[in-house]
């Protein structure tokens, strides 16, 4: 499945390194719910993050709680959620 050209690609993987640890996962989530089926599959291989990093931010982004944008992790090195 190739659902961007090659030069998208790189911008797209470009792009995601340059993000910290929780947008990256909300980037890829929207990129794969923007895709539809095969979505989560394509853009975890194509940015090279685990499949559930993708459903955690899906999952984050369907969440009736509001986004934030303070810490990326608790202290003790625990995940917000």
Request: glycine share 8%; with cysteine.
């Amino acid at each position: 499945m190739s659902n961007y050209s090659e030069s998208v690609e790189t911008q797209m993987i470009d792009f995601f390194c340059s993000l910290n640890e929780r947008d990256r996962r909300r980037y890829a989530a929207i990129e794969a719910v923007k895709l539809g089926h095969g979505g989560i599959q394509y853009i975890s291989q194509l940015l090279g993050c685990h499949r559930e990093t993708v459903v955690h931010g899906i999952a984050e982004l369907n969440s009736e709680k509001p986004l934030t944008t303070n810490r990326i992790r608790k202290k003790g090195g625990e995940e917000e959620v």
